[in-house]
């Protein structure tokens, strides 16, 4: 017999999930997730409208966030991705490694870093790294999700959907060990 949780919208039952060894249970519902995708791609409309800018989803977790967040943006993004990788199973291991780079030049451009959650903010500074090798106008991040008391970098999110704490999430393209970035709620380890 599987428990039931409410999620924070309520009389909306919904069952706790397993991931691997892992359960979880619902944290932030499809509703919340979309106003905070709404309010950033408001904030994104404001400062880059007739800048045409580059937008760089940082794979493979930010996919879904990108995806639903670029429908809404009315400055004419160039869209392109980036493959880095950070975690371990839970953890952060604190090295980023860069498994596909940028496909074009960034050079003059105005850019915009489109991530899933910042947690450390290694992520970050690495690709901080890369916009000013790139030689890029200016570039500032988005992220859905953003952990205060996680964070550790040098570049602080500009446009942040939601602050939560430092708990393990997963759903709506974030992961434990390759699974649930499928499920288009959020949920948080129990």
Same mark, same amino acid.
């Given at each position: ?8 919208? +309520?009389?909306?039952?919904?069952? $706790?999930?397993?991931? &691997? ?17 709404? *309010? ?9 409208? &007739? ?15 990108? @995806?639903?967040?670029?429908? *809404? ?6 869209? &392109? ?10 953890? @952060? ?9 940028? +496909?074009? @030049? ?15 903010? &290694? ?14 106008? @200016?570039?500032?991040?988005?992220? $859905? ?17 939601? !602050?939560? +704490? ?15 970035? !499928?499920? +288009? ?6």
């Amino acid at each position: 017999m599987s428990q039931k949780y409410l999620t924070l919208q +309520p009389k909306i039952n919904v069952d $706790l999930i397993q991931i &691997h060894d892992k359960t979880f249970e619902p944290y932030l519902s499809k509703e919340q997730i979309n106003q905070a995708i709404e *309010k950033i791609a408001d904030a994104l409309n404001d400062e880059y409208r &007739h800048k045409k800018p580059v937008v760089i989803a940082v794979l493979n977790g930010s996919f879904m966030f990108c @995806s639903d967040l670029v429908k *809404k943006l009315s400055c004419q993004p160039e869209i &392109h991705f980036v493959k880095v990788a950070s975690y371990d199973g839970m953890q @952060s291991s604190g090295n980023v490694k860069t498994m596909i780079g940028l +496909p074009v @030049s960034l050079k003059g451009r105005n850019v915009i870093i489109v991530e899933d959650i910042v947690d450390t903010g &290694h992520t970050m500074d690495e690709l901080a790294v890369i916009m000013d090798k790139e030689e890029v106008n @200016s570039y500032k991040i988005a992220t $859905l999700l953003f952990k205060p008391s996680a964070f550790l970098g040098k570049n602080i999110p500009t446009f942040v959907g939601i !602050e939560i +704490p430092n708990e393990f999430v997963v759903g709506f393209g974030l992961d434990y060990d390759g699974l649930g970035r !499928e499920i +288009p709620e959020i949920y948080k380890i129990k």
